[in-house]
């Protein structure tokens, strides 16, 4: 199960975490949730460093809230890209579509 939190920063964006799976499985509910934010402000700042899964169902979520956020005129910031996250965008070497800067995580020994 994938939970959500909300904030706003202090320059006024949305600031929304998932904490879970950005799977197939979730896919409708994690959907949802990035549309209602794309739509609630003109800047949705997506925290995913809690993301512990994703399969490709959420890597096009991903594609389709930066296509929304253009197609609005609104902004949309990835940040804290989780281990799983940056495995599959690196994978897709979909970096620069994205635009955000994605931080390397020192190696675990």
Do not use: C, W
Not at 5 to 34: P, R, S, V
């Amino acid at each position: 199960m994938t939970e959500f939190a909300t904030q706003t920063t202090t320059d006024g964006a949305m600031h929304l975490i998932l904490d879970g799976a950005m799977t197939i499985y979730n896919a409708t509910e994690i959907k949802n949730q990035l549309l209602s934010g794309l739509n609630a402000a003109p800047i949705l700042e997506l925290d995913l460093s809690h993301v512990s899964e994703m399969d490709t169902a959420g890597f096009q979520l991903l594609v389709m809230a930066k296509r929304e956020s253009q197609r609005i005129n609104h902004s949309l910031r990835i940040v804290g890209h989780s281990p799983a996250v940056q495995e599959v965008i690196e994978f897709f070497n979909m970096g620069a579509f994205f635009g955000d800067p994605l931080v390397i995580q020192a190696r675990q020994e």
